[in-house]
């Protein structure tokens, strides 16, 4: 049983450029979550995607988009990038039909903004 | 907003025990998860509390107090592989985790 995976693993951009990270979420699981970790600090909630469509953000600009496609797996595109977007990109992945949602990471996306 | 406290750095010795603390004040309370992260690698599962008491998961137990705004995890046994992050996050009313900035467990022999 495949975990979840994302893609690349890591990636080197210049200020101002875009950037599209992917994901694949566990086998058997509907929704997926993007968290932001800089160095030293715990993930920071981006946003969350159920039925291909956005259900909860968090505290990010707009440069921060997704999206899911209909095999659940999903998309984090980041607009005019910033040096502070520099970070670890976590996905995590988990199924509504559990009974509390327990978050299964992928390995993550090591983005540097130069 | 939300707050969630933890040490930021721990030392221990290999063979000793170790409780990690956690104390929150948030906007709504689902439940708190532990997760254990290496250096470099994808936070990995540990506990989920719902209700106070404690819970015991082979060498790791996690501990809750909801009127408190308290959980510990404690570690037995200490292995050097059990130097890593760990990380306490409140599962919201959203259902959405906020994490803790984790807490760096250093075993030395």
């Known amino acids: 049983d495949a975990g979840v995976t994302q893609s690349p693993t890591h990636l080197i951009k210049t200020r101002g450029q875009q950037v599209t990270l992917r994901c694949s979420p566990k086998?058997?699981?509907?929704?997926v979550s993007w968290y932001q970790q800089a160095l030293g600090q715990g993930p920071q909630f981006i946003f969350q995607y159920y039925e291909e469509e956005e259900r909860q953000r968090g505290n990010f600009p707009d440069r921060f988009s997704g999206h899911q496609f209909p095999n659940y797996s999903s998309e984090l595109n980041v607009n005019a990038l910033l040096l502070g977007d520099s970070a670890l990109y976590l996905c995590?992945?988990?199924?509504?039909?559990?009974?509390?949602?327990?978050?299964?990471f992928g390995p993550g996306t090591r983005l540097t903004v130069l | 907003g939300q707050n969630i406290d933890q040490p930021t750095e721990m030392t221990a010795t290999e063979g000793a025990i170790v409780q990690i603390n956690c104390t929150y004040q948030t906007s709504g309370f689902n439940g708190l998860f532990w997760y254990q992260q290496h250096a470099g690698e994808a936070p990995t599962f540990l506990s989920y509390?719902?209700?106070?008491g404690l819970e015991e998961k082979g060498r790791f137990s996690s501990f809750l107090s909801r009127s408190k705004g308290y959980s510990y995890l404690l570690l037995k046994e200490l292995q050097m592989k059990d130097s890593a992050s760990y990380l306490c996050?409140?599962?919201?009313?959203?259902?959405?985790?906020?994490f803790g900035r984790g807490t760096s467990l250093i075993v030395h022999p």
């Open positions: 995590a992945s988990s199924s509504t039909t559990k009974t509390y949602n327990e978050q299964f």
């Open positions: 996050a409140v599962n919201l009313k959203s259902y959405i985790p906020t």
């Open positions: 086998s058997g699981h509907d929704t």
């Open positions: 509390n719902v209700l106070d």
